[in-house]
């Protein structure tokens, strides 16, 4: 059986064309100027989400948050109902006067409970907000920032995603590190530690 490569729609190609928008520009502006910055997303995206709280956490100065506790999630949801969960969730964690902002996932762009938050993170919080969308947002409020990839497939968005916030780690003036410097550092930092707080074992 021959082996065909999965669609990727060009998705360097659509990257890079993106991040010279002025949607992404306002997308790196804002992020650069907010120091809490909460991920939302469904499904793949919630991935996404709980992947870019974590690295950008670790990679810059920001404190980052997503909602990765199932026992929280499905108790505002069988409280509040799914369509609520992103807003509880920021009611619970929102900081007012605070440099803050959310950043939506949603592939299609109408996920209701995305939209609803990012609008009660501009209107209650005056937040910054940003969608990151695979095709135009049929409900978005206008004054609402939307970075759109025009994608096809769910997959594709969700790699753009990624990329993204990547890209917005090195708009902030910091990197990510190679793989072969963390295999050193944590070499030489497992290597001092044992030595220093364990005698050798005969």
Same mark, same amino acid.
């Given at each position: 059986?021959?082996?065909?490569?999965?669609? /990727?729609?060009?998705?360097?190609?659509? /990257? !890079?064309?993106?991040?010279?928008?002025?949607?992404?520009?306002?997308?790196?502006?804002?992020?650069?100027?907010?120091? +809490?910055? /909460?991920?939302?997303? $469904?499904?793949?995206?919630?991935?996404?989400?709980?992947?870019?709280?974590?690295?950008?956490?670790?990679?810059?100065?920001?404190?980052?948050?997503?909602?990765? !506790?199932? !026992?929280?999630?499905?108790?505002?949801? +069988?409280?509040?109902?799914? $369509?609520?969960?992103?807003?509880?969730?920021?009611?619970?964690?929102?900081?007012?006067?605070? *440099?803050?902002?959310?950043?939506?996932?949603?592939?299609?762009?109408?996920?209701?409970?995305?939209? !609803?938050?990012?609008?009660?993170?501009?209107?209650?919080? *005056?937040? +910054?907000?940003?969608?990151?969308?695979?095709?135009?947002? $049929?409900?978005?409020?206008?004054?609402? $920032?939307?970075?759109?990839?025009?994608?096809?497939?769910?997959?594709?968005?969700?790699?753009?995603?990624?990329?993204?916030?990547?890209?917005?780690?090195?708009?902030?003036? +910091?990197?990510?590190?190679?793989?072969?410097?963390?295999?050193?550092?944590?070499?030489?930092?497992?290597?001092?530690?044992?030595?220093?707080?364990? *005698?050798?074992?005969?």
């Amino acid at each position: 059986m021959k082996t065909t490569m999965i669609e /990727f729609e060009g998705l360097l190609d659509s /990257f !890079s064309e993106m991040i010279h928008t002025e949607e992404f520009k306002k997308l790196q502006s804002d992020f650069n100027d907010s120091d +809490n910055v /909460f991920f939302i997303g $469904n499904g793949g995206s919630h991935s996404v989400a709980t992947h870019a709280a974590s690295d950008v956490s670790r990679l810059t100065e920001k404190r980052c948050y997503s909602l990765d !506790s199932a !026992s929280y999630l499905t108790s505002i949801a +069988n409280d509040y109902s799914y $369509n609520n969960i992103f807003m509880q969730w920021l009611e619970d964690y929102a900081i007012e006067g605070s *440099k803050s902002m959310v950043v939506g996932f949603s592939g299609s762009g109408n996920s209701k409970n995305v939209i !609803s938050t990012l609008a009660l993170a501009s209107d209650k919080y *005056k937040f +910054n907000t940003c969608l990151l969308s695979g095709q135009k947002s $049929n409900v978005l409020p206008e004054y609402i $920032n939307e970075v759109m990839f025009s994608n096809d497939y769910f997959h594709v968005h969700e790699i753009l995603c990624m990329l993204t916030f990547y890209q917005l780690v090195h708009g902030t003036g +910091n990197g990510c590190p190679t793989i072969k410097s963390e295999i050193v550092r944590k070499g030489a930092h497992a290597e001092s530690y044992r030595t220093t707080k364990y *005698k050798e074992i005969k």
